[in-house]
């Protein structure tokens, strides 16, 4: 996991790479970004057809799922370990622990994804000899491509219930911070 707190309350929505929209009269006070990985390696087996194809089997797949880094912003605008600052950080770290979890729960099904689709189409035919094994990987990522849209169907949700205004309003009175609006904006930085 990688740490940030060096971006501000009015900075954070400009962040690359996030998809969290704060409830309508909120403001982001953190984001988790998480860029989720999936990678093949491939040992293959080429014979060229007479016909100009060329016929190929999948000797070995390798795939490995997973989010080899998430990044979490604190508002700079929350002092270092005030209650706000923890406030913040406790809640992004639901977002990490959602995401790890989620990623762990699909590796079995999208192994199966891939096992099943690989069985179901090895050995493969292309129409050009000069096959690259980016085309093999590309049709592989395309096996696996429901399970995979599962898999974020199920991030967003999870991580979607994590920032109602219900779940917001609730955090924020289960912290005790005294400096919270009714918006989620500490008190000190509406001064500026």
Same mark, same amino acid.
């Given at each position: 996991?990688?740490?940030?707190?060096?971006?501000?309350?009015?900075?954070?929505? &400009? %962040?690359?790479?996030?998809?969290?929209?704060?409830?309508?009269?909120?403001?982001?006070? @953190? !984001?988790?970004? $998480? *860029?989720?990985?999936?990678?093949?390696?491939?040992?293959?087996?080429?014979?060229?057809?007479?016909?100009?194809?060329?016929?190929?089997?999948?000797?070995?797949?390798?795939?490995?799922?997973?989010?080899?880094?998430?990044?979490?912003?604190?508002?700079?605008?929350?002092?270092?370990?005030?209650?706000?600052?923890?406030?913040?950080?406790?809640?992004?770290?639901?977002?990490?622990?959602?995401?790890? &979890? %989620?990623?762990?729960?699909?590796?079995?099904?999208?192994?199966?994804?891939?096992?099943? @689709? !690989?069985?179901? $189409? *090895?050995?493969?035919?292309?129409?050009?000899?000069?096959?690259?094994?980016?085309?093999?990987?590309?049709?592989?990522?395309?096996?696996?491509?429901?399970?995979?849209?599962?898999?974020?169907?199920?991030?967003?949700?999870?991580?979607?219930?994590?920032?109602?205004?219900?779940?917001?309003?609730?955090?924020?009175?289960?912290?005790?911070?005294?400096?919270?609006?009714?918006?989620?904006?500490?008190?000190?930085?509406?001064?500026?």
């Amino acid at each position: 996991m990688v740490f940030r707190h060096d971006v501000d309350l009015f900075g954070l929505p &400009r %962040v690359e790479g996030h998809m969290e929209i704060p409830p309508q009269g909120w403001v982001l006070q @953190g !984001v988790t970004i $998480t *860029n989720e990985h999936l990678d093949l390696k491939l040992k293959t087996f080429k014979q060229n057809l007479p016909d100009g194809r060329v016929c190929v089997w999948l000797i070995a797949v390798e795939a490995t799922l997973g989010m080899p880094e998430q990044h979490v912003y604190v508002a700079k605008d929350y002092p270092d370990y005030s209650c706000e600052y923890r406030s913040v950080l406790a809640h992004e770290n639901k977002h990490v622990e959602i995401n790890r &979890r %989620v990623v762990h729960s699909f590796a079995d099904r999208m192994r199966k994804a891939l096992e099943d @689709g !690989v069985a179901k $189409t *090895n050995p493969l035919i292309f129409s050009s000899r000069n096959v690259m094994d980016s085309q093999i990987t590309g049709f592989l990522y395309y096996l696996m491509r429901p399970t995979r849209d599962a898999m974020h169907a199920e991030l967003k949700q999870e991580n979607g219930a994590l920032d109602t205004p219900a779940a917001y309003i609730r955090e924020h009175a289960e912290s005790g911070c005294k400096n919270w609006f009714p918006n989620g904006v500490p008190a000190y930085a509406k001064r500026r």
